[in-house]
């Protein structure tokens, strides 16, 4: 089955280092990939899309990975902050009887310490 | 904009009431709209996949007569649980498709669902 695997474990890192979390997945090749940020008690938060002929995508401080030999996508947060702290969530849109839908990882939670 | 409500933000129940949860596009048309349920620390599952004007599709092992899903319009879906239990009680989260290029998804703040 259609799986998409994310580090269970925290990461810390110190304020100002770049923050490198990483999503792998397997039976699918997705189209594209997309990335969210969900704080405790919210509903996910669209970040970056990246499509399968991107190799690198970029907004502000984020810049997103799409390996599709490797069936991997790295997600990178430059100069972290406090603020950035959260859990880090990817999926891909899988395509099956018919239906549309988002399949997503556990998340990472990222924790960044001043 | 594509901003995506949910109401209530939380609820707590008594074991064998129904509660509803009603999701709203406020500012575009959902021609469909996703329910999801969230145990902590756990992923995002999807429960069911609402077209407007039609049925629910629910996923495999979601019992569709407890999770009752309705999607009347183009800007609001409903989730009502039935005959609630303490094992249901979750984070739910709606979510609302967009007509772009992506089918991008909006996803609502949440209703966190206690039921003693």
């Known amino acids: 089955s259609q799986k998409i695997e994310q580090n269970s474990e925290a990461l810390n890192i110190q304020e100002g280092k770049t923050a490198t979390l990483t999503c792998n997945y397997t039976?699918?090749?997705?189209?594209?990939l997309q990335w969210y940020r969900q704080d405790p008690g919210r509903g996910p938060v669209f970040l970056l899309l990246i499509r399968e002929n991107e190799k690198e995508k970029r907004k502000e401080r984020l810049k997103v990975t799409f390996d599709t030999t490797l069936k991997q996508s790295l997600f990178h947060i430059t100069a972290s902050q406090p603020a950035d702290s959260a859990t880090y969530l990817c999926a891909f849109r899988s395509i099956s009887g018919g239906y549309n839908k988002l399949i997503f990882g556990a998340g990472t939670r990222l924790a960044v310490h001043p | 904009g594509a901003v995506v409500s949910q109401h209530p933000s939380w609820v707590i129940c008594k074991s064998g009431t129904s509660v509803k949860i009603e999701c709203r596009s406020l500012d575009f048309q959902a021609t469909t709209m996703f329910w999801y349920r969230q145990f902590p620390k756990q992923s995002l599952m999807l429960m069911a996949t609402?077209?407007?004007?039609?049925?629910?599709?629910?996923e495999q092992g979601v019992e569709k007569d407890k999770f009752l899903i309705n999607h009347a319009s183009l800007t609001l879906s409903t989730l009502t649980v039935t005959s609630a239990h303490p094992e249901d009680s979750s984070f739910y989260i709606c979510?609302?498709?967009?007509?772009?290029?992506?089918?991008?998804?909006?996803f609502g703040p949440g209703t966190r669902l206690t039921v003693l």
């Open positions: 039976n699918y090749s997705p189209a594209y």
């Open positions: 979510s609302a498709r967009a007509r772009t290029d992506y089918n991008e998804q909006f």
């Open positions: 609402s077209n407007e004007g039609s049925k629910a599709t629910y």
